[in-house]
Nanobody, 120 residues
Framework: QVQLVESGGGLVQAGGSLRLSCAASGNIFGVDDMGWYRQAPGKRRELVAE???????NYASSVKGRFTISRANAKNTVWLQMNRLKPEDADAYYC??????????????WGQGTLVTAPT
């Protein structure tokens, strides 16, 4: 069994920063692509950023230049550094990973989500 545990959500302060973390644990042979998605109530989950096993990255246009995804392969961990936050960045953020449980078997695993909330 494999699980992803996220942390680091909080209140969006316009222009501020937050850092999300996601660590994979369990029966892991290796971890390939990892990514962050976000979802507002009633809307589709959308890609925020993704990073491959060799470090190649891809960002949604709405966050490019403000957010940075990074990973530590030895720790099976991925981070999302969010700078110059905007109120519209408030959402539930989900970590996603393609986890190899053997040399030939992959699972797509999702975290439980962490909330980035806007001030009321």
């Amino acid at each position: 069994q494999v699980q992803l545990v996220e942390s680091g959500g909080g209140l969006v302060q316009a222009g501020g920063s937050l850092r999300l973390s996601c660590a994979a644990s369990g029966n892991i042979f290796g971890v390939d692509d990892m990514g962050w998605y976000r979802q507002a109530p009633g809307k589709r989950r959308e890609l925020v950023a993704e990073i491959s096993g060799d470090g190649s990255t891809n960002y949604a246009s709405s966050v490019k230049g403000r957010f940075t995804i990074s990973r530590a392969n030895a720790k099976n961990t991925v981070w999302l550094q969010m700078n110059r936050l905007k109120p519209e960045d408030a959402d539930a953020y989900y970590c996603d990973a393609a986890v190899a449980t053997t040399a030939h078997a992959y699972l797509e695993v999702w975290g439980q989500g962490t909330l980035v909330t806007a001030p009321t």
